[in-house]
């Protein structure tokens, strides 16, 4: 039987609603151009029941938009899958 591994999960002592969690970074894509991490299965729930999806309507229908440069960190955001606009995998 395999049990699933416990995750570690931190609260923010500035605001104990920020839930943090920590991922491993792993270098993908052509000449490893990209770097991808895991996001946590309750985030694309939680906008799935935001959005009025089911969490399989969500895997189709949103995609994860990744925000950048202006300031530290980053910000992401799901928005519709849009067949104008590039996304990367």
């Known amino acids: 039987m395999i049990t699933p591994k ?3 999960v931190l ?8 839930i943090i969690k ?6 993908t894509g052509k000449d490893g151009r990209t770097v ?8 694309v729930e939680r906008e799935a029941r935001r ?6 309507e969500a895997l189709k229908k949103l995609a994860a938009v990744w925000r950048y ?9 799901f928005e ?3 067949q104008e606009s590039e996304t990367h995998e």
Do not use: H, M, W
């Open 51 to 56: 959005q009025g999806l089911t969490f399989a």
């Open 22 to 27: 920590r991922y491993k970074l792993r270098v």
């Open 36 to 43: 991808e991490t895991s996001i946590p299965r309750e985030v």
């Open 6 to 8: 416990e995750e570690k």
């Open 69 to 77: 440069d202006s300031f530290a960190g980053l910000f992401l955001c």
């Open 80 to 82: 519709p899958v849009n």
């Open 11 to 18: 609260f923010d002592p500035k605001d104990l609603n920020l």
